[in-house]
């Protein structure tokens, strides 16, 4: 399972930001999984993820992102928002 993604989670949560980086990340952050074992460990901390590649390489994951913010658009009003402060 990939380290960063939960110890991230823990980090936040031993520093009692979790209920917050879980928030943030869910409402204003389009969270990007290369592949299950990393998407997986993300979601085991509440966090949903909008972007995961069918095949799971870094140029794939690039695509399936700039396929997402390009031809999908994010609903979420939030997310909608931080995508246009960073075009």
């Not at 700039?66 to 928002?81: F, I, M």
Request: net charge positive; hydrophobic share 40%; glycine share 8%.
């Amino acid at each position: 399972r990939p380290p960063s993604a939960r110890n991230r989670c823990r980090r936040a949560t031993a520093h009692g930001m979790g209920a917050e980086l879980r928030r943030c990340l869910n409402e204003t952050v389009l969270v990007v999984a290369v592949g299950v074992p990393t998407r997986s460990a993300i979601e085991e901390h509440g966090v949903q993820v909008d972007v995961m590649p069918e095949v799971f390489k870094l140029g794939a994951m690039v695509r399936a992102t700039v396929e997402y913010l390009l031809g999908s658009r994010p609903t979420d009003r939030n997310k909608a928002l931080a995508w246009a402060r960073g075009r």
